[in-house]
Each structure stands twice: as C-alpha cells, then as structure tokens.
C-alpha cells in the first residue's frame, strides 16, 4: 500500500452500517466511483497523507490516482459495500500481485473491512495465478504496518524513491506475502 485513503462525508452512516451491517466485498460499480474517490481521499488525509507536508498532499488532494484507476481498469478494484455505502477500497494500478491502494473510511476503521478486502485482494491475485503479494507503504505509516505484519506480511525493503503522484523523493518500506 502506498498514497491513498478517503471518507463518504455521511457521518451518521458510516459507524452504524459498519457495525451492524453484512459487508459484501464486490466488483466497483461505474455509481461507486464518486464513493469510492471520497473514501480515499479522506483516508489518505488521516493516514498517510499527514506524515508528509502539506506541499506534498496537495497532488492526492482530488484523488487523480484513483480517478485514474477507476477511469482506466476498474476491473482492478474492489470495494467494500456495507448496507449500500462504499466504506472501503481495494486495488491493483498493475492487475497483478503488487498491492496499490487499500482504503478505509476513517469512520470504520477497527470494524474488519480492510481484513475482507485485503483478503478478497489476495485471493483474486492467487486465482489470477500469482505467488505472493507486494505492497509498499511510507516510513512512518505504523498503523499500516502492524496491520499488514498481523496478516503475515513481512519487511522485505526499506528504500527512498520518488513518488510519481506525489512529484518527491520518499522513504518507503515494501512487504510481501507468500500465498498458499
């Protein structure tokens, strides 16, 4: 994982539907997309995104990098729909094992829906024939990688590299894990 994460802007919804309703992780929709891109950008702005200056957040302010998943190959996203609200967010920009993008509505965080779309991402990866999935996360992102380390990923890299979207050099860490 490395950019991204968002919010709905429904307050009241987001905390009762993840609490009390089935999540189905399913396929985006072309009438998800305005959801999906609210629920990255507010969690890019609580996790990642605030351990960097405020001149770096600017280029994820709009969600381009989504909007350009979703515009490109939405087949390689995922959501996680709770009682009719994209409260989360799965994707590969690539289609293959590399892990891009894993969002969740601050709102719902601590409510499982990132353990269901990590898992249904890994699972499309193993039927899609891949070994492992890699993911890669900024330095300092420790909520992200205790989560992804209690999934069984492991630290394979620690590098500096100059983020695309974010037009500067960055400190990230890459983590894998073998499929079965």
């Known amino acids: ?48 995104g605030g351990l960097l200056p405020a001149s770096a957040r600017a280029p994820m302010a709009d969600g381009a990098p989504i909007a350009a998943i979703l515009r490109d190959a939405p087949e390689r996203m995922l959501v996680a729909d709770v009682g009719g609200h994209v409260l989360g967010v799965v994707a590969s920009e690539s289609g293959d094992e590399q892990l891009t993008d894993l969002w969740v509505e601050p709102r719902a965080w601590g409510r499982g829906l990132g353990s269901q779309l990590l898992t249904a991402f890994e699972q ?57």
Do not use: Q
């Not at 996360?137 to 590098?159: H, K, M, P, S």
């Open 1 to 48: 994982m490395d950019r991204r994460t968002g919010s709905t802007g429904d307050a009241a919804a987001a905390k009762p539907a993840a609490a009390n309703l089935p999540v189905t992780v399913r396929e985006i929709r072309a009438g998800d997309a305005a959801a999906a891109l609210r629920v990255c950008i507010a969690a890019w702005e609580k996790g990642p």
């Open 124 to 180: 499309a990866a193993a039927a899609r024939g891949c070994k492992r999935v890699t993911l890669e996360t900024l330095i300092g992102n420790d909520r992200a990688v205790a989560f992804f380390r209690r999934r069984g990923y492991r630290l394979v890299e620690r590098f500096t590299t100059r983020d695309r979207d974010l037009h500067m050099m960055i400190e990230k860490l890459r983590l894998e894990k073998r499929l079965a």
